[in-house]
């Protein structure tokens, strides 16, 4: 993701000396992180999690630190968030006993390593942590964590979904509409404007339809320091997923069979395998719309011993996510590149 004031600047246009833009023609980009700080702040911070349930109490304090970017980009109406954040946030706890007497206070941090617009659908990681790692330490971080990640999803979620409306800019983007100015007889010319908004407005509704309808294709290919085989094995195995996602999987080597991997944010279905050479999938994100599914082609040439060469067709991309983000196919194909290709090199000693 560009960083907030480095887009391309075809796209972001300087501002006019009289500080418009009209009708919202240009990229319009606002930095959101301090919006971002204070939003956070005021969701997360003094959540009471137990009040008193099995004698423990336990709340989050004042948020301690949001760092990283957030902006949001509008043209003509169309909002694309992007960001990239990560939250630390300190808690207090305390354990009682039958008699209300103070055995223990705590205190430890929630960290939220990283909230992102591309994983706008799925819940964040959240690591909870306390000073003191006693029994009744650890019992109070257990309780935290199974009590307080539901509301912290929750509260996060709110954030996502006020970012995906546009943020800060969608404020800004009301504020600057203006009714116009009639110095005619509203007799005929306001019934005739009405129908004309009308008309319009349908044609920009199948016009956005039109555009969520639209799909792309990814093609890539890559060049591995392997055995055909062995890069065949790695993509269809999913201990080694584990291994170079860091992240769960589960995945079927059968024809029918279904997988799912990045921690259940990607599932699907086993179309074609020829084991070394090709493998078809149906891919689907968990963010999409619903009913949309991709595909996914996978063919490992093995021009000379000892070298594979990876060709990628990813077709059926949805230009939109269920939220109307159009970052679908830029995060895919970081996602093919950062995440599966560069860290295959990186895990398995695969470069060339």
Request: glycine letters at 8%; hydrophobic letters at 35%; a negative charge.
């Amino acid at each position: 993701m560009a960083k907030y004031g480095e887009g391309d600047r075809r796209w972001i246009v300087e501002d006019r000396p009289d500080g418009a833009n009209v009708h919202n023609w240009h990229w319009s980009e606002t930095d959101c992180l301090e919006w971002s700080r204070n939003l956070l702040s005021k969701l997360l911070s003094n959540l009471v999690v137990l009040d008193g349930e099995g004698n423990l109490f336990v709340r989050t304090k004042k948020v301690e630190k949001v760092d990283g970017e957030a902006y949001v980009n509008v043209r003509k109406g169309k909002i694309i968030p992007g960001y990239e954040i990560s939250v630390a946030i300190p808690w207090e706890g305390e354990a009682k006993d039958a008699d209300g007497k103070s055995l223990l206070k705590v205190d430890g941090t929630v960290d939220i390593p990283y909230i992102a617009d591309e994983n706008a659908d799925e819940d964040p990681e959240i690591r909870v942590t306390v000073k003191d790692e006693g029994p009744i330490g650890r019992t109070l971080k257990e309780a935290m964590a199974a009590k307080g990640k539901p509301i912290i999803f929750e509260k996060v979620r709110v954030y996502v979904e006020t970012m995906a409306r546009g943020g800060p800019a969608k404020d800004a983007l009301e504020s600057k509409k203006v009714e116009p100015k009639s110095w005619t007889s509203p007799s005929v010319n306001s019934v005739a404007a009405a129908a004309t908004k009308e008309v319009v407005e349908k044609k920009e509704v199948k016009k956005k339809e039109a555009k969520k309808e639209g799909f792309k294709t990814i093609t890539m290919t890559e060049k591995f320091s392997c055995r055909a085989r062995d890069m065949y094995e790695i993509l269809m195995d999913e201990n080694r997923w584990k291994g170079f996602t860091s992240s769960n999987a589960r995945i079927s080597k059968e024809v029918g069979g279904e997988f799912s991997i990045f921690d259940g944010s990607v599932t699907g279905t086993n179309l074609e395998l020829q084991d070394g050479n090709l493998i078809v999938q149906k891919w689907r994100f968990g963010n999409w719309p619903d009913g949309i599914h991709s595909t996914v082609r996978l063919t490992l040439d093995e021009p000379e011993p000892g070298v594979t060469v990876v060709k990628l067709t990813h077709t059926d991309i949805p230009e939109e996510d269920r939220y109307g983000n159009a970052t679908v196919v830029e995060n895919t194909e970081r996602g093919w590149r950062d995440l599966i290709f560069h860290k295959i090199r990186a895990v398995f000693g695969f470069g060339l």
